[in-house]
């Protein structure tokens, strides 16, 4: 649907612009988004300088689909929210369902952190 106060056609910064917004938002705004932002980036760092190259790949897509995952619960809480301000069951079990998906994401994710900060420092061998 073409707005009058956009120009049409694609235009991927704009895109790029607006992904990085909703990130910037998330982390500011959910707790449980900036925490793990936050201990992502510790493990990523000391794997790029240790030069651990298929240990930051595992980490940063592990932290990369945890992110979604997280991003995607949050969402759809805001929007069931908005949707029905009441208690409805039927909202209930949509958030206790992405609440599951991202739940299974940061078990994954909190694995190959641990594992991989332990091989990162040598106490754990491959």
Same mark, same amino acid.
């Not at 612009?17 to 000391?46: E, N």
């Not at 689909?65 to 995607?72: G, K, P, R």
């Given at each position: ?43 990523? +760092? ?10 930051? *790949? %595992?980490?940063?897509? #592990? $932290?990369? !689909?945890? &992110? ?24 209930? +079990? ?10 299974? *994401? %940061?078990?994954?994710? #909190? $694995?190959? !952190?641990? &594992? ?11």
């Amino acid at each position: 649907m073409p707005s009058k106060f956009r120009t049409p056609g694609y235009h991927p910064l704009r895109k790029i612009k607006v992904a990085f917004a909703g990130l910037y938002v998330a982390v500011l705004t959910d707790f449980s988004v900036a925490y793990k932002v936050a201990l992502s980036l510790p493990v990523l +760092i000391l794997a790029f300088f240790f030069r651990q190259w298929v240990d930051l *790949s %595992i980490i940063l897509l #592990a $932290t990369g !689909l945890m &992110l979604i995952a997280e991003l995607f619960n949050s969402s759809i809480e805001v929007l069931c929210d908005f949707v029905e301000q009441r208690e409805d069951e039927k909202i209930r +079990i949509i958030k206790d369902i992405a609440a599951a998906a991202a739940g299974i *994401s %940061i078990v994954v994710w #909190a $694995t190959i !952190l641990v &594992l991989e900060s332990l091989h990162i420092w040598g106490i754990a061998k491959p």
